[in-house]
């Protein structure tokens, strides 16, 4: 009864498209064996070994059995005032383009240059940190130098995520919102931004985790040493964090376990990348499951 | 329909409230003025960004342009010869070299990214894109110096093994770990640009009796074509500014690449490698950021290429 014909040309097509779909398949799965199996091989050199000691303890220079104690900390110090310095502006950002910018030619510019500045390869921050604060404050490579160009990474990517949350909130909520006589700032607070915050947390813990693991900016900025003390929260002190440590270790240090400092700071790096990215969405993800099933 | 809405509104408001007493108009002008306020911060942050923007160009074009006080132009861009020690900055290997390392990464990760978002848009069933988008999305968080290390210690061993070279460094193992890289970039975007074909294209094409292979290269690919050439550049952007993964595994030597496998330097690399070693007064330095402006400007014409072309897009649509 079937009206298709079995001419050879048909079956061609067949055969060809069965054999695209399972090639498909194959791309995909051993796209995702590559992926797991070099997060595998990270994790499983490194981790196993991993001790409080090494966590917490000064790096040496000669001997064997030094730590990232100091490293580890500027890595969160140094995100940490990044994050402080970027988030307020980088979201104030992403909230003018949502809901205040015009539809016209400077907003057209606006957003050009937020495009641009996404698009500036992180070397170039490097560069710029170099020149502002070694070059013209004369401060040398310091741990504020670091946060303040690591901060500038930052911004465009905080602004693209707020702005995409935001503009994900349906208009009504809005509009209910103003029939109540309450001004646009008003709204933003109390309706736009509690709806988005999900949205701009996760973009938050993105670009945290991002620049977590940054290093060009930092090996420019911040330099490839530490003060030698643990717990230095001096803001001009040098400050190597791990990512940059990874490379030291890897091409310049001398110490005869440098393989596997290396190998057990790629493991500490990307465990606490794959923390800030999953750790944070886990409640956001509960919690919109909850609100599915009501 | 908002802005009638909070016009109305808004009006409705300020009349209620300026009736009623004294201490509720403090209050009205209160929030009139943190309005305000508030729309000129958030303006002020935007502006913010433009300022770190103008500071990147002015800087960095600044010290770049003095490099044509000792140098001419002709021997910063037309000369391989890059031996700082006796003054000689040709950039051109360095250039050539950034070019053709970022093509041979598209070349290899170009098709295995669009056929990831193929599979993900027109053949996975859901769950399997439910748990492959994150999995892309991990990919994108690891640092960059991870891959490098990776690339260093797992992937340069093997290399030397296949060739038979003393050496793995070099052109083909920086585009193998850079392509690793983007992959994700463009999987994800050229997803979005697939799933954004109408429904009713595809289903014409199978009314016409097609298999899903002939409606995905014949009727999709076309219509997405824009969005994944524009996936594909926000790509491209990625692996030409990238630094420490390169850094890591292409060798570090100031020669322009005529094979796959010898040690070479691209602009990135080279940068990172001799920047803190110059004084910051000197030709070396100057020439170092006439290079980075010059990946400036790559990645600027880039930007704006896929701005004509979704705005070209939208007009079409």
């Known amino acids: 009864m079937s009206s298709f014909v079995n001419t050879n040309r048909n079956k061609r097509a067949k055969l060809y498209n069965h054999t695209a779909t399972g090639l498909f398949y194959l791309l995909g799965c051993s796209v995702l064996l590559l992926i797991f199996w070099m997060l595998y091989t990270i994790l499983s050199k490194g981790l196993p070994d991993i001790t409080l000691d090494f966590l917490t303890k000064v790096p040496e220079e000669m001997d064997a059995g030094g730590g990232i104690g100091p490293v580890l900390f500027n890595s969160f110090y140094i995100l940490i005032i990044s994050l402080v310095i970027s988030v307020p502006i980088g979201v104030g950002a992403g909230i003018y383009l949502a809901e205040y910018a015009p539809n016209n030619r400077f907003t057209e510019i606006l957003r050009m240059a937020v495009e641009t500045l996404s698009s500036v390869p992180s070397i170039v921050f490097g560069l710029l940190g170099l020149a502002i604060f070694a070059e013209y404050f004369q401060i040398g490579l310091t741990i504020i130098g670091g946060a303040v160009s690591l901060a500038f990474l930052n911004l465009p990517m905080l602004a693209r995520v707020t702005e995409e949350a935001i503009r994900a909130v349906p208009e009504e909520l809005r509009n209910a919102s103003y029939a109540l006589g309450t001004t646009k700032f008003q709204v933003i607070r109390t309706v736009v931004i509690p709806v988005a915050l999900q949205g701009i947390i996760t973009g938050i813990c993105l670009v945290a985790g991002r620049a977590f693991g940054e290093s060009a900016v930092i090996i420019l900025t911040a330099g490839l040493s530490t003060s030698g003390e643990m717990w230095d929260f001096n803001l001009f002190s040098p400050g190597e964090t791990l990512a940059v440590h990874l490379w030291y270790v890897q091409s310049e240090a001398i110490v005869e376990d440098a393989a596997s400092i290396a190998d057990k700071s790629a493991a500490v790096l990307v465990f606490v990348v794959l923390f800030i990215n999953l750790i944070f969405r886990i409640p956001l993800w509960l919690n919109n499951r909850r609100m599915k099933q009501r | ?287 170092l950021h006439m290079m980075a402006f010059l990946l400036l400007i790559i990645s600027f014409i880039l930007i704006l290429i896929i701005r004509l072309m979704s705005r070209k897009r939208r007009q079409e649509a």
């Open chain 2, 1 to 287: 329909m908002s802005t009638e809405v909070q016009t109305i509104a808004s009006m409705e408001g300020a009349s209620l409230l300026k009736t009623s007493n004294r201490r509720r108009f403090n209050r009205y002008a209160r929030v009139q003025f943190t309005n305000k306020l508030f729309k000129y911060i958030f303006l002020f942050s935007i502006l913010m960004l433009c300022l770190v923007l103008a500071l990147v160009i002015f800087f960095i074009g600044k010290t770049g342009i003095l490099t044509f006080k000792d140098i001419t132009l002709a021997d910063f861009f037309l000369s391989m010869d890059w031996t700082p020690e006796e003054g000689h900055f040709g950039a051109l290997a360095f250039i050539l070299n950034t070019l053709s390392l970022t093509g041979i990464t598209l070349l290899i990760a170009v098709p295995i990214s669009v056929g990831m978002a193929f599979l993900l848009v027109e053949i996975a069933p859901e769950w399997f894109k439910q748990f492959v988008r994150p999995v892309l999305d991990l990919l994108v968080g690891i640092p960059s110096i991870v891959y490098g290390y990776l690339g260093l210690t797992v992937l340069i061993p093997l290399l030397r093994e296949w060739s038979g070279e003393n050496l793995g460094d070099g052109l083909f193992a920086a585009a193998l770990v850079l392509a690793l890289m983007i992959l994700p970039t463009i999987a994800r975007v050229s997803d979005e640009a697939i799933a954004a074909v109408p429904k009713k294209y595809r289903e014409a094409a199978y009314a016409l009796g097609s298999t899903r292979l002939q409606v995905m290269m014949r009727v999709v690919l076309p219509a997405a074509g824009r969005g994944i050439v524009a996936a594909i550049i926000l790509g491209m952007t990625r692996a030409i500014g990238e630094t420490m993964a390169v850094v890591m595994v292409i060798g570090n030597t100031a020669q322009f690449a005529t094979d796959l496998f010898m040690p070479t330097s691209v602009l990135t690399s080279n940068i990172v490698m001799q920047i803190s070693n110059v004084e910051f007064e000197s030709t070396w330095n100057y020439a």
